[in-house]
């Protein structure tokens, strides 16, 4: 099977590093889904995304000369979205919820252990956006007083 850029096709993850997933595609040839590629959200861990031996749908992004394959998983699934479009990038304060991607069911203290995980990240991210917008640091006291 000829491979193109552009190409939307299904593979088999074979493995999964801090920086990506790799993915068999049709043919036996192997790419590699960079981190930021696996989902339209921020991915701190990958494998709350993929797990090992999971099919996949993934868009060709690049093919080096050197036969390098640059795979995308979250530009596989725009292309599907229905509605004829592509989904918009999401924004601060557009919360997206992942569905589970695992085969297995998830109990109940599993989700409310992922919810309070996201949940915790979340406020962590507003604490330092809010600290960032006053200067985090203290406005009185400072090394400004004339002595």
Same mark, same amino acid.
């Given at each position: 099977?000829?491979?193109?850029?552009? $190409?939307?096709?299904?593979? /088999?993850?074979? +493995?999964? $590093?801090?920086? +990506? #997933?790799?993915?068999?595609?049709?043919?036996?040839?192997? +790419?590699?889904?960079?981190?930021?590629?696996?989902?339209? $959200?921020?991915?701190?861990?990958?494998?709350?995304?993929?797990?090992?031996?999971?099919?996949? /749908?993934?868009?060709? *992004?690049?093919?080096?000369?050197?036969?390098?394959?640059?795979?995308?998983?979250?530009? #596989?699934?725009?292309?599907?979205?229905?509605?004829?479009? #592509?989904?918009?990038?999401?924004?601060? +304060?557009?919360?997206?919820?992942?569905?589970?991607?695992?085969?297995?069911?998830?109990?109940?203290?599993?989700?409310?252990?992922?919810?309070?995980? $996201?949940?915790?990240?979340?406020? *962590?991210?507003?604490?330092?956006?809010?600290?960032? /917008?006053?200067?985090?640091?203290?406005?009185?006291?400072?090394?400004?007083? #004339?002595?």
């Amino acid at each position: 099977m000829q491979l193109e850029v552009g $190409t939307v096709l299904e593979g /088999k993850v074979t +493995g999964i $590093t801090k920086f +990506g #997933a790799f993915v068999e595609l049709p043919g036996g040839k192997t +790419g590699m889904v960079h981190i930021s590629e696996v989902a339209p $959200t921020f991915v701190k861990e990958i494998r709350d995304f993929v797990s090992e031996n999971q099919m996949v /749908k993934v868009k060709i *992004l690049n093919i080096t000369p050197e036969g390098k394959i640059s795979l995308s998983m979250k530009k #596989a699934v725009e292309q599907v979205r229905p509605g004829g479009g #592509a989904a918009r990038p999401s924004r601060p +304060g557009n919360y997206e919820w992942q569905p589970s991607r695992k085969n297995e069911p998830s109990s109940f203290e599993d989700m409310m252990s992922k919810f309070k995980q $996201t949940s915790d990240e979340k406020m *962590l991210d507003l604490k330092r956006c809010m600290e960032s /917008k006053r200067g985090g640091f203290s406005r009185h006291g400072g090394s400004n007083q #004339a002595k």
